[in-house]
């Protein structure tokens, strides 16, 4: 695979980013490391590891990024109050709930019930930062996003100024916080004389559609691969239409193709959350050469979809792969049973 002409330089994009409202809430640059044990390990490509997971806020994780410009979009709107909800172990919940403390902002959090709704991990994490939270018994997905919406008009009609993160607005506010970090690793691959063929992450949405962009507007070499934690039809348009979204946000004059957005659905297993023994390998493994820990929802399934394609010879010691550790660690304590059996 070759770079193609890039349409703004890195610097060029960074101040285009720096435009979009947005607020202070992580430790970035996050590092790049490189991973020579889980190299050698496999036998396969160079990895590096673009650590996601020290983004800083409450644990780390992808959504530091995403809400930068999502909560940066509220406080532009003078909102006091953000209403959020998906799953009961979300991440994103939890970020968001931290977030919220962190700036002294009221945050509603509405989570779906489910097989993890326990005071663990990531919902004893959204008590203690002092979120107003309820587990619904609404499905998550449109269902509970209209929820949420429904929410955000009572407290309005209380005297509250609510923002709803979630929705397809928020995703393309993510989209721009990823192409964020594409500017990141495009100075980092300088600095280490590193020009990867491949970036690997977990994503159905924002992060992988901003490192599409990113990558594609600054010519850069490398190319996302994302693996779905869940099964979603329409995730290939989701990204599509993020890193579209983005574009226009950023005044780029790009759009997604068809074949920019590579995306498998291969290593859900039974289905979101539910833990695959390919998983719970790659955990193991990434955690006994590097000392990192992946989780079980996401990146340990994004790991998995790496260490398989190494096995089956789609990545070879030719290739320099790049795997963004999207975070997403405090569920691996809602998941010590299955992941000790
Ligand atoms: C939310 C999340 C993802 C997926 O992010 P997208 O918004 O779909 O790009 C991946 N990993 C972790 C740990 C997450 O919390």
Not at 125 to 136: C, P, Q, T, Y
Not at 166 to 177: D, I, K, Q, R
Not at 316 to 341: I, K, R
Request: charged residues 20%.
């Amino acid at each position: 695979m070759k770079s193609t002409n890039p349409i703004v330089t890195c610097e060029g994009l960074r101040e285009r980013i720096g435009h979009v409202p947005q607020v202070n809430l992580g430790h970035f640059p996050t590092p790049l490391e490189d991973c020579t044990r889980l190299s050698d390990k496999l036998g396969g490509p160079r990895i590096l590891i673009k650590r996601e997971d020290c983004s800083g806020l409450a644990f780390g994780g992808n959504k530091v990024r995403q809400l930068t410009f999502t909560i940066g979009e509220a406080v532009h709107l003078g909102a006091d109050t953000i209403v959020h909800g998906a799953a009961s172990q979300s991440n994103h919940c939890r970020q968001a709930a931290a977030a919220c403390a962190r700036l002294g902002l009221k945050c509603y959090l509405r989570l779906s019930r489910d097989h993890k709704s326990i005071v663990q991990g990531n919902l004893l994490l959204d008590h203690l930062s002092g979120a107003n939270v309820e587990v619904v018994d609404v499905p998550f997905g449109d269902e509970l996003h209209e929820f949420k919406e429904a929410l955000a008009e009572e407290l309005k009609a209380s005297g509250l100024k609510p923002y709803v993160v979630g929705g397809a607005h928020s995703t393309a506010l993510a989209a721009v916080g990823f192409t964020w970090c594409m500017t990141e690793i495009y100075q980092q691959q300088r600095t280490m004389g590193v020009d990867a063929d491949w970036i690997y992450v977990s994503s159905a949405g924002g992060t992988q559609a901003g490192l599409v962009l990113g990558s594609k507007a600054l010519g850069m070499k490398i190319k996302p691969f994302g693996i779905a934690p869940l099964r979603w039809d329409n995730r290939i348009e989701r990204i599509q239409q993020a890193g579209n979204a983005a574009a226009e946000i950023l005044n780029l004059d790009l759009v997604m193709d068809d074949d920019d957005v590579r995306n498998t659905d291969a290593f859900v297993g039974k289905g979101y959350g539910m833990l695959t023994p390919e998983c719970a390998e790659a955990i193991r493994i990434v955690a006994q050469t590097e000392g990192i820990f992946l989780d079980p929802v996401y990146s340990g399934k994004a790991m998995a979809g790496l260490i398989d394609h190494v096995r089956k010879e789609r990545l070879t010691s030719d290739d320099t792969v790049v795997f963004l550790h999207t975070g997403g660690t405090p569920q691996l304590f809602v998941y010590n049973e299955e992941l000790c059996a």
